[in-house]
């Protein structure tokens, strides 16, 4: 039998859920009366550092958890806090993956960040075999174009002088690109030399231009960050975000390397508090004060009810369906569950009460409406308060015209759709 303090999973769902925001519109926090004055900054802003990083795909993702956590904000007003204010800046982070970070955390997400373009041209060199100055050449012609004005990946390319872009010949099949300029443009990017930033100034576009890091103010310093300091800057992010949390849900999470996210969690101070999950396999870490809070937590009598995108930082573990997905409902709530965990599983857009998946949602085209199904009987007031929420849902994607819908992104090469999983239901 475990020593360790042990909770039962939906005891602590439930202060998670309302931990990520997910219970009540959010407002951020007040500062203490006597508090040296901070720069005014958007509640935006306070929300990405209190809930996590925001996944930021060409699609409404970042808008949706959002939403799901301040239901009447405006959508235009956290375009001008990442386009105008530029408080939130899109980059590449954990993974390699877009993500929406607050300016000062920027440094520390380039650092994390897997370099992806760096080790492709290392492989072109050695299949090609050119030379590291052809691509400093390519870089500083690159340079010289953004610093003049932003473009996008046509112009740029249009406006290169003839014969600093390498062809890779026969190799390029192999590399999967056909020259150099890709690779040399997105290590610019990698190292914080150049943005890539959204054309039209909304999140949920796929155009892009490239734009010089002196555009941005920006004085990033990513050599002087150790990486060991960053790795346990991100530990410490991670489970002030996500506690309690499993160790290889940060490795996860992260990319790190395990001996790196090793060394990163024993320099959180002060330490980690462990936790057992009662009928979940493995040690959950949290810390001191997240510890706490669950155990003095108690649940509203009435729960709420929260549409999330499959994408939101409310799932940022390694395997989500035993803790969050009731056994008997697994096959519903995830598609691709075959019996066993899924180191990363297709999540229909979930439908969150008390901090499980009771339910799952998309938009539906045809409708133009969102359509949702709750997988177990529930009260009556319970379906009212989801139907509500539902319409509420509709209307926002409606007024503010995504231009993509939740099924283009959450159900990727699956194939069960609400009416597939309707015919799952006990009812």
Known sequence: MSSLPE???AHVNAWYMARQHLTSPYAPPQPPPDA????????????????????????????LSVWARRSGYDRAELDRTVFEQRELVEVNAVRGLPMLVPREHVPLALRVAPPLATHALQRAQE???????????????????????????????NRLRAGLIRP??????????????????????????????????RLDTAACIYIA??????????????EDEAWAALATLYFDWYSPARFEDFVWWSGAPVGKARAALARIRPPLRALALRGLP???????????????????????????????????F???????VPPELRLRAVPRWQGVPAAEPTLVAPILVRGMITGVWEWSPERKA???MLFDPVPRWLRARTRALAEQLTEFIRQEELTATPSQFDLPNVTYRIRDLAKLSPR
């Open 168 to 201: 890779y010949g026969e190799a390029g099949a192999k590399l999967g690109t056909g020259d150099s300029f890709n690779d040399a443009l997105a290590q610019l990017v990698e190292k914080g030399q150049v943005f890539k930033v959204k054309a039209t100034s």
């Open 127 to 157: 299949q090609v075999g050119f030379t590291r100055e052809e691509i400093d050449r390519l870089q500083r012609a690159l340079m010289r174009l953004l610093e003049r004005d932003p473009l996008d990946i046509r112009m740029l390319r």
């Open 7 to 9: 909770f039962a999973p």
């Open 36 to 63: 040296p004055p901070e720069p005014e900054r958007s509640w935006l802003t306070s929300l990405v550092c209190e809930v996590g990083w925001l996944h930021a795909p060409a699609d409404p993702t970042t808008y």
């Open 318 to 324: 390694r395997e989500v369906t035993g803790r969050f």
């Open 213 to 226: 890091k002196r555009d941005f103010a920006f004085e990033l310093d990513l050599h002087g960050l150790r």
């Open 282 to 316: 493995g040690e959950y870490l949290a810390t001191e004060w997240a510890a706490y809070a669950i155990a003095t937590f108690e649940p509203p009598p009435e729960p709420a009810v929260a549409f999330v995108p499959s994408r939101d930082p409310f799932f940022s």
């Open 370 to 372: 969102v359509d949702w």
